[in-house]
């Protein structure tokens, strides 16, 4: 079954212009900041009774719709375009220099996972809620990160594009 699919995209700048409404809107009424990360640990303070996860602010779980959003978007996206629900084992360029068998994939995403846990919680946040909401207040420290983000995307990218890929 296929939704919206004779629609054309929408152009990056009507997109650019609703995460700005979206980021104002959660700063001027509900004084509040736009960031993935944090959304994770409110799933996490389900399931966990660690003190990390019942400090204050992850109480009120105002984030829940927003991640609910994320992943009907996911689903409109994929049943528009056809795909439906499927694991999906292709690493593009990797898989053509390496050749990994499932198991060392989902051993190479679960290390790639933990390295932007652990470098989410080194910035203080992920980079939409560095990137977005910390650059558009002028966060000192968020433009320290999103530059920091950049630089490591860019350097890794043509590392893994130029080098192991070649």
């Not at 060392?104 to 946040?125: E, S, Y």
């Amino acid at each position: 079954m296929l939704l919206l699919h004779e629609l054309s995209p929408m152009h990056w700048a009507l997109a650019g212009l609703a995460i700005a409404a979206i980021t104002l809107v959660l700063q001027y009424v509900a004084n509040r900041g736009l960031g993935l990360s944090s959304g994770l640990e409110d799933i996490c303070s389900l399931a966990s009774n660690a003190p990390y996860f019942r400090r204050p602010e992850l109480q009120d779980r105002w984030r829940f719709p927003f991640l609910f959003g994320l992943f009907i978007g996911g689903a409109v996206s994929a049943a528009s375009a056809g795909h439906g629900w499927q694991v999906i084992w292709s690493a593009g360029m990797l898989d053509d220099a390496f050749h990994f068998s499932r198991p060392a994939k989902l051993a190479w995403f679960f290390a790639g996972g933990i390295c932007i846990g652990f470098g989410t919680r080194m910035a203080g946040g992920c980079t939409s809620g560095h990137g977005i909401y910390g650059m558009a207040r002028l966060q000192p420290s968020s433009i320290k990160a999103t530059l920091s983000f950049m630089a490591v995307g860019t350097v890794m990218s043509n590392m893994i594009y130029r080098v192991l890929c070649a």
